[in-house]
């Protein structure tokens, strides 16, 4: 076994990445700490109802020490019934009415207050690069749109018309005017450039934050100049913690380093990164996930193992999700590992990846709650794996480890230590220590663990059966199962 000690992931570490191509904004810092806390967990509850979120954020939420929750886009969109129901119906706003298909405003506001009793905040889903696909319809508010115009919010002028191709499709991502000019995916694009456009944008937003959400992802921001975004957000009364959705390849003109001066941004390196580390059966790659200058400095980046579009292939796929069986330990590394401000993808299951969340098609597509009566809860093993809220954040694999991350705070990385390269372990200082196998034999091994003398919880175990005996040198005999994880922390001693 090697023992690699000095690992450069060291808390308070400068990264010199990003500096290069970073533009003079009003830096706004990416600042996770407004979350509340000072390592703040975020999960996606994708597609939830308001209601059940209110309940989600009492009854497990809060328990669990999640800071922050992020929800689907609040406002009017299209009809689900006129895509069949599917989830992406949110991503085309009609009006910034908060009526949508999670509840209505008074459910929204009501969410909001009860999440905040609970500790736990509001991130909300901001589609604000576009509105509707052009045509005609009507949203779930019953407000109407044609094209270029929706209710009296927008008109023609309040659009960009980039005149390419015979309908202003992006279809080439090497052209930067093509990707902020034209219309992602025939989503009609917002003139953000414009200062009436950014006020209407922004009012929007303001209103938000004056109902108490914590927080916002900018959908597609991308697709907005750099400026447009810092723009509108610099209107912002109030301090929400802000992350940008970039898709940063590292062969397109428009980069990620360009938006980290405003706010966070998606590192995509991470889902992609963890996966093919995994997958390649070279875990000890993970040692360098946020490493080096391909990656965000880690304040400014916002980390997931999979995403709402990339779990079903939408954006290239090629990342781990929960029907994979190494998905529990590629989440376990994540939050253990210091880098970045981490998100929990809670899915619900689906055959088909346009399929929208459990729902009634004769009610308009409504969707079946999780909680109270009406409610059929989260999926067992048994049930039907295509359909049903996967409520990934409830596993007891991820509820362990958001307490371990709370438990390790700010320590640094220190202890790598690796056997072969599907046998990994790191301490976080004196306060934790994980060790995964990714390989199928069990690997016993002496390893250190950074932890004082005393006997710890496996937090991964089901109980406290058989500890784990660290000696006066930080030294434990540890048998970590294939497949399988040890998780110690410095508060969870055995009796
Ligand atoms: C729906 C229909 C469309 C229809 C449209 C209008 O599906 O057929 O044309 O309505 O009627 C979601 C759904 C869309 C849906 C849309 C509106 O995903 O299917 O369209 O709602 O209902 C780009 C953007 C990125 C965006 C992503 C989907 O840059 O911002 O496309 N994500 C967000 C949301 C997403 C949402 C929207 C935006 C729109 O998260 O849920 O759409 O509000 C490359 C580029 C990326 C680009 C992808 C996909 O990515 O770099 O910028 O994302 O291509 O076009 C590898 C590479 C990666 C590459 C990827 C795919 O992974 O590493 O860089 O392959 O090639």
Same mark, same amino acid.
């Given at each position: ?117 609970? #500790? /736990? ?8 690069? $576009? =509105?509707? @696909? ?5 949203? &779930? ?70 109902? #108490? /959400? ?8 991308? $697709? =907005?100049? @750099? ?5 509108? &957000? ?262």
């Amino acid at each position: 076994m090697r023992g690699i000690h000095g690992h450069s992931l060291v808390a308070g570490a400068v990264f010199l990445a990003g500096l290069a191509g970073a533009p003079a904004l009003a830096a706004e810092p990416a600042d996770a700490t407004r979350l509340g806390s000072p390592q703040p967990v975020m999960v996606h509850l994708f597609e939830w109802r308001w209601d059940d979120i209110a309940a989600e954020c009492e009854d497990y939420l809060g328990p669990t020490g999640i800071d922050a929750v992020q929800v689907s886009p609040p406002n009017e969109h299209i009809v689900p019934g006129g895509v069949e129901g599917a989830w992406w119906a949110r991503y085309q706003p009609v009006s910034y009415e908060v009526t949508s298909r999670s509840g209505d405003r008074e459910a929204f506001e009501a969410m909001v207050r009860r999440c905040d009793a609970a #500790g /736990v905040g509001i991130v909300v889903d901001a589609v604000i690069n $576009h =509105m509707a @696909a052009i045509g005609e319809g009507e949203g &779930i508010a019953g407000t109407s749109y044609s094209e270029f115009r929706y209710g009296d919010l927008y008109s023609r002028d309040d659009f960009n018309h980039c005149d390419r191709y015979d309908d202003d499709h992006i279809r080439d991502y090497q052209s930067r005017y093509e990707v902020q000019y034209c219309h992602l995916l025939g989503l009609a694009d917002l003139a953000t450039g414009e200062t009436h456009v950014r006020a209407r944008i922004a009012d929007y937003l303001q209103t938000l934050v004056d109902l #108490g /959400v914590a927080g916002f992802r900018i959908d597609a921001a991308k $697709h =907005m100049p @750099a400026e447009d975004v810092a723009a509108i &957000i610099d209107r912002l009364d109030g301090e929400p913690y802000i992350f940008q959705e970039v898709i940063d390849p590292g062969d397109e003109p428009i980069t990620k380093w360009e938006y980290q001066g405003i706010a966070a941004v998606t590192e995509f390196n991470y889902p992609h990164e963890v996966a093919t580390a995994i997958e390649e059966g070279a875990w000890d790659r993970l040692k360098h996930v946020g490493e080096g200058d391909a990656w965000l400095k880690s304040d400014s980046a916002l980390v997931f193992v999979d995403n709402h579009d990339n779990q079903r292939g939408h954006v290239g796929g090629g990342v781990l999700m929960h029907r994979d069986a190494a998905y529990p330990l590629a989440l376990a590394f994540k939050l253990a590992w210091p880098y970045g401000t981490p998100k929990l993808m809670s899915s619900f299951a689906f055959e088909d990846g346009d399929q929208g969340p459990p729902s009634d098609p004769d009610a308009g597509w409504a969707t079946t709650p999780v909680h109270g009566d009406d409610g059929i809860g989260c999926l067992d093993p048994d049930d039907d794996p295509n359909e049903g809220w996967v409520c990934e954040h409830r596993w007891s694999e991820v509820t362990a480890m958001v307490g371990f991350r709370k438990a390790a705070g700010d320590a640094p990385v220190t202890h790598w230590q690796q056997d072969g390269a599907t046998r990994i372990a790191f301490s976080r200082d004196d306060a934790g220590f994980l060790a995964i196998n990714g390989g199928d034999d069990e690997w016993d091994a002496r390893l250190q663990t950074g932890l004082p003398e005393g006997a710890y919880c496996n937090v991964l175990a089901a109980d406290c059966d058989t500890p784990v005996h660290v000696g006066g040198d930080g030294v434990a005999e540890v048998a970590v199962r294939g497949m399988d994880a040890v998780a110690l922390q410095v508060n969870r001693t055995a009796e």
